[in-house]
Nanobody, 112 residues
Framework: QVQLVESGGGLVQAGGSLRLTCAAS????????LGWYRQAPGKQRELVAT???????NYADSVKGRFTISRDNAKKKVNLQMNSLKPEDTAVYYC??????WGQGTQVTVSS
């Protein structure tokens, strides 16, 4: 059973940066696509960014040019570097592995 644990969330002012990390347990990691999703209060969970096993990336239009997803297969981690943060980026951010596993989420709050 794969477990995903996110870290790195917090409170930051608009224009600031945060780096989220998701650490995976279990032996299978490198062959699966990974992603970051977010859910703001009263809204549906939405895709932020994904990365395939081969390293191809995809981003929501709202974060293109500001966020970067990366993976380290040796360390079984997926990262989300978030720059130029905006108040509308405030949400709980979830890590996802394409076997149906989700992390518990980490709160990101951007103050104006």
């Amino acid at each position: 059973q794969v477990q995903l644990v996110e870290s790195g969330g917090g409170l930051v002012q608009a224009g600031g940066s945060l780096r989220l990390t998701c650490a995976a347990s279990g032996s299978i990691f490198s062959i699966y696509a990974l992603g970051w999703y977010r859910q703001a209060p009263g809204k549906q969970r939405e895709l932020v960014a994904t990365i395939t096993s081969g390293g191809s990336t995809n981003y929501a239009d709202s974060v293109k040019g500001r966020f970067t997803i990366s993976r380290d297969n040796a360390k079984k981690k997926v990262n989300l570097q978030m720059n130029s943060l905006k108040p509308e980026d405030t949400a709980v951010y979830y890590c996802y592995m394409a076997v149906g596993n989700w992390g518990q989420g980490t709160q990101v709050t951007v103050s104006s």
